[in-house]
T-cell receptor, first 112, second 112 residues
Framework: EDQVTQSPEALRLQEGESSSLNCSYT??????LFWYRQDPGKGPEFLFT???AGEEKEKERLKATLTKKESFLHITAPKPEDSATYLC?????????????FGEGTQLTVNP | DGGITQSPKYLFRKEGQNVTLSCEQN?????MYWYRQDPGQGLRLIYY???????QKGDIAEGYSVSREKKESFPLTVTSAQKNPTAFYLC???????????FGPGTRLTVT
């Protein structure tokens, strides 16, 4: 059974204070690891897909990296508008069909 | 613009009534999904469909039903058998196995 654990549950940063969010996963054969951003009362917004260890992707102040056991979402010089809940999900080769396994998320607050 | 639409945004029902939530996508995706999200919790999969006229139960299917008669539509019915139906419901779609899912804006259902 695929498992995803995100840490920390909540993170408070000052504007400009860089940090990283962690997503640890257990899966038999990784098909893909996905990062999403979710604002309160809205649907998750897709950010990145990572397929293999060593892969990195960037978008504005966000950079996602992947190892064989975990993924990090690095946030460089965050702004208050980066405040949101960040979700991680995996697709494993032994998972039925096209379903994803989601973590509980990290709630990020960036104070001005 | 391609995307996923859910309607209505807010829905109120009396206990004992069935209610149907709409989900439409124009992304030409084969797979569609329904999730439930409760305050402060992660996403839980209700049902998913990988192809027209076929669907599978997710982790919390009891009290819910779906149909997939058209590629672009995947309505969810919350029946009176669902013991705790008040929640935020999210619909998603994807190209299929190993691909990212794209989410709609969600429907907040309140049953009193």
């Amino acid at each position: 059974e695929d498992q995803v654990t995100q840490s920390p549950e909540a993170l408070r940063l000052q504007e400009g204070e860089s940090s990283s969010l962690n997503c640890s996963y257990t899966v038999s054969g990784l098909r893909g690891l996905f990062w999403y951003r979710q604002d309160p009362g809205k649907g998750p917004e897709f950010l990145f897909t990572l397929y293999s260890a060593g892969e990195e992707k960037e978008k504005e102040r966000l950079k996602a990296t992947l190892t064989k056991k975990e993924s990090f979402l690095h946030i460089t010089a965050p702004k208050p508008e980066d405040s949101a809940t960040y979700l991680c999900a995996v697709s494993g080769e032994e998972t039925s069909g096209s379903r994803l396994t989601f973590g509980e998320g990290t709630q990020l607050t960036v104070n001005p | 613009d391609g995307g996923i639409t859910q309607s209505p945004k807010y829905l109120f029902r009396k206990e004992g009534q069935n209610v149907t939530l709409s989900c439409e996508q124009n992304l030409n995706h084969d797979a569609m999904y329904w999730y439930r999200q409760d305050p402060g919790q992660g996403l839980r999969l209700i049902y998913y469909s990988q192809i027209v006229n076929d669907f599978q139960k997710g982790d919390i299917a009891e009290g819910y039903s779906v149909s997939r008669e058209k590629k672009e539509s995947f309505p969810l019915t919350v029946t009176s058998a669902q013991k705790n139906p008040t929640a935020f419901y999210l619909c998603a779609s994807s190209k299929g196995t190993g691909y990212e899912q794209y989410f709609g804006p969600g429907t907040r259902l309140t049953v009193t």
